[in-house]
């Protein structure tokens, strides 16, 4: 599944469920270890896990491949690891308190799905695999992007 479609079919199964504050964040040039970071919203604990699940859902759905889920059991914090993008789906209170925005804020946003589509199009595969690698990684650093198949060379 090509970067441009993941992000698409993820902002599509936020929608669905009705998630709130969705943000797109492109931090392809702030670490190798994915191109995308997605944080949304829920009221509840109960509805982060049902953003959560059809975020998982509709990935697999479409073709994608979903590395894991963390945090489905409180419902505070479900983060979904589809490798080149990782999914933070938060409630209000926990989202406010953590600020991911303003630890990432040197990242590029990307606010609508219509906008995501174009700028995703922008940066397309071409951009990721022109990336270096940074002089010296860490050998768990190396294992944990080589274990992800499809990452530099994805269509």
Known sequence: MTLAKLVKTIVAALEEIKARD???LNVTKMT???DRMIIASGDSSRQTKAIANNVQERVKAGGGTVYGMEGEETGEW????????LVHVMQTAVRA???LEELWAEAAKIKKTSEASKSETAVGPSAVKSRKAPAKVGA???KSKSSKPGRAGEA
């Open 22 to 24: 969705v943000e797109v």
């Open 32 to 34: 190798d270890l994915f």
């Open 78 to 85: 479900v983060l979904v690891d589809l490798g080149n993008v």
């Open 97 to 99: 308190h953590y600020n």
């Open 140 to 142: 768990a650093a190396r």
